[in-house]
């Protein structure tokens, strides 16, 4: 079920279904294999409440309708945490990052009105980085080789999206 | 000593047990320093029982959570401890705590770091390590410093304290940098213990 204000160019994202333990190397975030009984009963356990804090959003490729990857939502009202994975057989994760990024920031912090948004990207992904300038992000940390590489290892940047300040309106009366 | 895994001077470390949930929920009740998060909160004693039997469920853990433990008595006085261990990429978040403010301020708290990045580089061979502090925890930040740590950078907006959003200040730091501030700090503890 696409959201359709969470559409792009060639992506859209929406919420995650059971279905979606079929394919779970797609969008769980991490490097060990699972399979779907332990997708499963992650997704049973995580999509239970609604209107949970933290929310599992599968990224969709527009022309194939695969699971290409997945977002990870942590609120709590004010600030947002994004946790993003790329399916292991994209070949540019790094795109997709960036492709993302375009949709998530402005719904989050001009029609969600987030205080702040971080989300981490390693130093080597240049186009998630230019994208993420582009839409006037910041970054507000940079931790020093923690991604590992083959042979090498590179910094992990923590970009930050500010949102406008909340003000009091004065109140409306009848 | 009761389980020792790494043994200084005056501390020691060791795996916490379900009675030590009482010497957190006590820290929690009696702190007196309101610059170190944005809301005190008198945890139950419950659900720090309950944390610390979670620490022990998967292996290899997530979180490693040791007890700060006096050598001369085996009293608790707080935790150290590193958290989202990421064993692929040998990174990890470092934390401490020490619950009864008459322990703070005297030495045991850097102590018992150091022995927890010993573990952390030495044992499990991490590669590089963070911590968070919150801006208006000035010494914590110092502390950081001293043990090696390097600043990284600051998310702003962290948290907010009387109307005032304040930021959150990271810090990181390799195991080079961690050996060359424990060298200091053991001449500095050699020349003031002649």
Known sequence: MQAIYLTGERIYLRAMQLSDKEHAAAWFNSLYPIN?????????????????????LAIILKETDEIAGGLTTSTNGRKAM????????????????????????????????MLSITIAVP???????????????????????????????????????????????????? | MRNPILIGERVYLRALEKEDAEVFAHGSA?????????????????????????????????????????????????????????????????????????????????EAKHLLLEYAFDRIQLHVLHSWVWEPNVRSAAALMKQGYQPAGRLEREEIKNGVHRAGLMFDVKRDEWLAARETWKARQAAVLG
């Not at chain 1, 993003?84 to 009105?113: K, Y």
């Not at chain 1, 980085?129 to 090498?152: D, K, N």
């Not at chain 2, 292996?59 to 935790?79: R, T, Y």
């Open chain 1, 82 to 113: 994004l946790s993003f994975t790329a399916a292991p057989w994209i070949a540019d994760g790094d795109r997709l990052r960036a492709d993302t990024l375009r949709i998530v920031i402005p719904w989050l912090r001009d029609e969600g009105s």
């Open chain 1, 123 to 174: 130093d080597d992904e240049i186009t998630s980085i230019a994208v993420a300038e582009e839409l006037g992000m910041r970054i507000g940390v940079r931790l020093r080789e923690q991604v590992a590489r083959p042979g090498r290892r590179v910094d992990k940047l923590i970009f930050q999206a500010l949102g406008p300040i909340w003000t009091e309106e004065e109140p409306v009366h009848a």
């Open chain 2, 30 to 110: 009696n702190e007196r320093e309101h610059m170190m998060d944005r809301l005190r909160m008198p945890f139950s004693q419950v659900g720090y029982e309950h944390e610390i039997e979670d620490l022990h469920k998967r292996q290899p853990p997530e979180n490693i959570e040791l007890a700060v433990c006096l050598k001369e008595n085996d009293l608790c006085i707080g935790s150290v401890g590193i958290f989202d261990i990421d064993y692929i990429n040998g990174t990890a978040e470092t934390g401490s705590w020490l619950g009864d403010a008459e322990y703070r301020g005297k030495g045991y708290g850097t």
């Open chain 1, 36 to 56: 779907a009984t332990r997708a499963e009963a992650f997704l049973k356990e995580e999509l239970k409440d609604p209107y949970s804090r933290t929310q599992h």
